[in-house]
């Protein structure tokens, strides 16, 4: 399968993306789908590949391919561990890709997305980006933010746990609220 090849991608509410087989090479998941089975890509026929991500999220995440993937000169993808420090140029070309105001994905649907995808780089891109926006926020803002209820469980849900789990005492399930 040639690199000048193109893959069509498609979005779980059915919209196709194409993105050349060289930039897939980034995304683990796809690459390896794509070795794996040898989909002969060269006819039109095939049918795209179905990815469980928005059509507002994968344009952002091929785009971040296309710009740091593999071949064409294009700089390399950032790797992610701990000795790896990303460049505030980096953190601007993703943070100005995820902020674009055309169908606005959220910040948590591109870890999703890349998460899915195995594309490191921008995972921890995406990651950082959500880390940036935490400091200076006290705890209630953090609840509204991250959207968690000051109550994790329903009345229901607890009592659920007590048929199941009837050696809990209810002092151990006031615990965990």
């Not at 943070?95 to 674009?100: E, I, K, M, Y």
């Not at 921008?122 to 705890?139: C, E, Q, R, T």
């Not at 991250?146 to 746990?161: H, I, L, Q």
Request: proline fraction near 7%; include cysteine.
């Amino acid at each position: 399968m040639d690199d000048d090849t193109i893959v069509r991608l498609q979005s779980e509410d059915g919209h196709v993306f194409e993105i050349k087989r060289v930039h897939c090479k980034c995304m683990k998941t796809i690459d390896n789908l794509l070795e794996d089975i040898g989909m002969d890509l060269e006819d039109n026929k095939t049918p795209p590949i179905p990815v469980p991500i928005a059509a507002s999220v994968l344009p952002v995440v091929i785009r971040y391919a296309e710009m740091f993937g593999p071949g064409d000169g294009q700089r390399a993808i950032p790797k992610a561990s701990n000795e790896v420090y990303f460049t505030a140029e980096d953190r601007r070309i993703f943070d100005g890709l995820a902020d674009a105001p055309d169908k606005h994905p959220s910040k948590f649907d591109l870890v999703i997305a890349t998460n899915y995808l195995d594309f490191e780089g921008a995972l921890w891109l995406s990651l950082k980006s959500i880390a940036n926006l935490i400091p200076g926020k006290n705890v209630d803002e953090l609840k509204a933010f991250f959207n968690v209820s000051t109550d994790p469980f329903t009345e229901e849900e607890k009592s659920r746990a007590k048929q199941l789990f009837p050696f809990l005492l209810d002092e151990d399930l006031a615990a965990i609220s």
